[in-house]
């Protein structure tokens, strides 16, 4: 898992760290750090036409002193002071001495801006002069005639960096170069893809860094490891049965797309309870169906969702799984029935696992309020309140547990931001769960899974949930060893 600090934490760390070392030392390893990547972008940094956005802070000492060192190397950097009067004057005087200079306005050429408006010391959006600047060198163009490449230093400018929202104007970077650790901005909310592609330079202060980590990312090593593993003693009812009781009559389709989502999971058989039966049976002939949850035989785990609408007898399956032993994912009309509080009690009182997925509005709906600016804030009461680990979906969806701790998905896709995508999502969870895995690694790898199905489905145009839900069993399959040959020719 990669880990995310908060900026209180992240400034802990750099006291005791620079308590041991001569004064300026961290600056100039972040420093050496983004002009080893900004020379890279450049390939060649002799005669490369650079624009430093200079803010008041360390984050502008960063620019400068990087600039320095681009310019050494041959580039031309013309440093725009935000504000002459508090600019990092040891930073100031660095870029003098290799040849850099100051301007009011960005040269004619630019291929390259350093965003070092402002870094972890953040607060608000853009200010309007920053804004100006960043608006007028990113209108330049490069000495090849290209827009010019946009790096900002540790975060881009104008986001939150303890919670990843956007208040008002900020950066969007092709590449962030940050120090010592990720911060929040970098891995949720909309701040994320502000951030560009992310490359984290070692500074020395990870061992520094004594607090828990606020939140932690996935990576694809995790993914792997977390999905069982076939045995060749397994038959279908040792891999877990998942039980899917969604749509309905009316709504057929939400039944077809979370078994779909199901039978790409780890689980040897899929059950169906619901309405919707014989579409389901058509459309995926290896589901066995029936039309109640009371008749539907053993299952390690219950979905129950999208589609049942929120009469009587879909109220009745939300309390028949809940008041089983069984690990639970509840998604869509079943978040809904949830509201009124009737079933606060069964749910808050249950020892085995519950996952609730909402999106923002159903997210509301059971909190009461918005997810607002702070989403893993957010997701983290909901699931202290009602006992269950919530995935709150989003461009960047999250998984927080009851107990505090918060997960950030890192493959989210806006190919998933249509009708249906969230069924599947609901079925590969759920069989995740029957798999056996705990309820937040179910959720961690289910998004993970279910974001690059939606990035491979996009590579064929646009996007419908049939194909994510097509594309999601070549991906678990890519993820998971597949079985060994075990007489091997020696070579
Ligand atoms: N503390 C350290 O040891 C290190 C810090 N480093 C750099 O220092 C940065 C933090 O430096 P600072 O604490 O000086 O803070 P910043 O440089 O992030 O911000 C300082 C100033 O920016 C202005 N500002 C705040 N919000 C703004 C907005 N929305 N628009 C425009 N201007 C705004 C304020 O006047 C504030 O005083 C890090 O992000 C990193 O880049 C690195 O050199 C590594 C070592
Ligand atoms: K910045």
Redesign the pocket.
């Known amino acids: 898992m990669r880990k995310a600090w908060r900026v209180a934490d992240?400034?802990a760390a750099?006291?005791a760290?620079?308590a041991h070392l001569p004064e300026g030392t961290?600056?100039q390893?972040?420093?050496a750090g983004l002009a080893r990547r900004c020379a890279l972008i450049l390939r060649n940094v002799y005669g490369a036409h650079v624009t430093l956005l200079v803010?008041?802070?360390?984050?502008?000492?960063?620019a400068l002193y990087a600039g320095a060192i681009l310019a050494n190397r041959g580039a031309a950097v013309t440093a725009i002071l935000?504000?002459p009067a508090?600019v990092h004057e040891a930073g100031l005087k660095a870029l003098k001495d290799s040849g850099g200079r100051t301007a009011e306005q960005p040269p004619r050429t630019v291929d390259l801006i350093i965003d070092?408006?402002?870094?972890?010391?953040?607060?608000?959006?853009?200010?309007s002069?920053?804004a100006a600047a960043l608006h007028k060198a990113q209108g330049r163009r490069g000495r090849h005639g290209q827009r010019p490449t946009i790096v900002a230093?540790?975060?881009p400018?104008?986001v939150d960096?303890d919670t990843g929202d956007v208040p008002?104007k900020a950066v969007q970077a092709d590449v962030t170069v940050t120090?010592?650790c990720l911060k929040p901005a970098h891995v949720v909310g909309p701040a994320a893809p502000l951030a560009g592609e992310v490359e984290l330079v070692d500074?020395g202060l990870r061992p520094w860094l004594m607090a828990d980590p606020a939140i932690l990312v996935p990576d694809r090593k995790d993914i792997v490891n977390a999905l069982p593993k076939h045995r060749p003693t397994d038959e279908k009812y040792t891999r877990g049965v998942v039980g899917i009781a969604t749509g309905s009559k009316t709504y057929p389709g939400a039944a077809i797309l979370s078994t779909w989502g199901a039978l790409a999971g780890p689980t040897g058989m899929v059950r169906y309870a619901g309405g919707a039966r014989q579409y389901v049976v058509q459309a995926h002939p290896s589901v066995v169906a029936t039309d109640r949850i009371t008749e539907a035989g053993r299952v390690q785990a219950w979905v129950v969702g999208s589609g049942l609408g929120t009469d009587e007898a879909a109220a009745t399956a939300v309390r028949t799984v809940l008041a089983s032993s069984l690990p639970v994912v509840l998604d869509a009309d079943a978040l809904n029935l949830l509201v009124d509080g009737t079933m606060a009690d069964l749910m808050r009182g249950r020892s085995a696992p519950l996952v609730l997925t909402p999106h923002d509005r159903e997210f509301a709906r059971l909190a009461g309020e918005e997810p607002g600016p702070d989403r893993v804030a957010a997701a983290q009461r909901l699931a202290a309140h009602t006992n269950a680990v919530v995935l709150l979906k989003g461009d960047r969806t999250i998984v927080a547990t009851p107990s505090g701790q918060a997960y950030a998905n890192p493959t989210g896709s806006a190919a998933l931001a249509t009708g249906g995508t969230g069924d599947v999502l609901a079925g590969l969870l759920g069989s995740l769960l029957a798999g056996g895995l705990r309820p937040e690694v179910a959720a961690v790898t289910a998004a993970y899974l279910h974001g690059l199905a939606g990035r491979e489905a996009a590579r064929q145009g646009p996007v419908s949930a049939s194909d994510v839900a097509a594309a999601l069993r070549p991906v678990v399959n890519d993820l998971r060893p597949g079985d060994q040959e075990n007489v091997v020719t020696p070579k």
């Not at 803010?55 to 960063?62: E, K, P, R, S, T």
């Not at 070092?116 to 200010?127: N, Q």
């Open positions: 992240v400034r750099e006291d760290l620079m961290l600056m390893r972040a420093a803010g008041a802070g360390n984050n502008g000492g960063d935000l504000d508090r070092g408006i402002v870094g972890i010391g953040a607060k608000g959006g853009l200010r002069g920053a230093v540790d975060v400018s104008g960096v008002g120090f010592g500074i």
